[in-house]
């Protein structure tokens, strides 16, 4: 949603004058907010199936947050590009759906071998998914590595999409 959200509201944007960046992160927000709904939903069938998580659950939330942040950074580099080049999303569905595969969702990390496993983990994504099934499912806290890969990862996205969102802002109304 992030990707096309200033091609999606250019008649808004040629027209007004207003900060660029109010349109990636409501379309954020608004992602996040649906992800919220469906885990309200989620909870609903854990409390039908008398699910009790640990208490790390208590964790969760931050991850979530974290999940967030990472989306603002890669929506604000994204949107960018999408303005100047229009075929980005197309290759950004690709990107998405080779992601899907290669973050263990389905399957656990621990069945591949060693060299595999390490390249896999370069996603920030796996570390994300891992931990929160960690946190939920088994009551287990991350490792400080992974928490501060994730962070300094997600960190370095934001401030760079951030960086370059502003870099472009001043040119997108013409681009439109």
């Not at 109010?22 to 989620?42: D, K, Q, R, W």
């Not at 990472?70 to 759906?97: M, P």
Request: proline content about 4%; some cysteine; hydrophobic content about 55%.
């Amino acid at each position: 949603m992030g990707l096309s959200s200033l091609t999606d509201n250019a008649h808004i944007i040629q027209k007004i004058h207003l900060r660029k960046e109010i349109f990636v992160i409501s379309s954020c927000l608004t992602g996040f907010m649906m992800m919220l709904i469906e885990f309200t939903a989620f909870g609903i069938f854990l409390v039908a199936f008398s699910f009790v998580p640990p208490i790390t659950i208590l964790f969760f939330p931050l991850l979530l947050i974290e999940l967030f942040i990472l989306s603002v950074g890669i929506s604000l580099l994204l949107s960018i590009a999408n303005v100047y080049f229009r075929d980005i999303k197309f290759i950004w569905q690709v990107v998405l759906q080779a992601g899907f595969f290669l973050t263990p969702i389905i399957y656990a990390l621990d069945m591949f071998p060693s060299e595999i496993r390490n390249i896999l983990e370069l996603n920030p994504i796996s570390h994300i998914i891992t931990t929160s099934h960690d946190l939920v499912l088994y009551g287990n806290l991350p490792s400080v590595n992974s928490v501060l890969y994730v962070v300094i990862f997600t960190g370095s996205i934001f401030v760079l999409g951030y960086f370059i969102f502003k870099n472009k802002e001043s040119k997108i109304a013409e681009e439109l």
